[in-house]
């Protein structure tokens, strides 16, 4: 077994074999995104030093920017104390970690009003970005 391989064994997975990482930016830590990886996305992860992760909702492997571009270069990665979590910097390519357009997935705030009110511009399209193949 491998050093990566023992390091990523002992990691708590979730029993779908998933552990929860939250994307931020490296250099002014907002929280970009959150995902989730699997044993082989986050060894690819460390391996590359781009991001990738398994999509729960559409059931597969991916590399975040493969379609748009828009990749994460890895800069730091941590566990927290019960090693169930992950934290990743990142420099987050072209402007957006949002498949929505936007910087950050975070880009609603609740209002006292009790509406979500949409913070910041999108940095792109996703209409152009995401076309039907």
Known sequence: MSKLD???????????GLIPAVIIDANDKAVL????M??????DTVRTGK???WSR????YWMKGEESGMTQDVKAMYTDCDKDTLVIEVVQNGGAACHEGYRSCFFRKLTPDGDWQ???ERVFDPKQVY???
Request: glycine share 8%; net charge positive.
């Open 51 to 53: 991001t990738h992760f």
């Open 57 to 60: 909702s559409r059931g597969k």
């Open 131 to 133: 076309k039907k193949k």
């Open 38 to 43: 699997n044993a082989a996305s986050l060894a």
């Open 33 to 36: 995104m959150v995902a989730y």
């Open 118 to 120: 949409v913070q910041g």
């Open 6 to 16: 023992e390091t990523i064994s002992g990691l708590k997975f979730m029993a779908d």
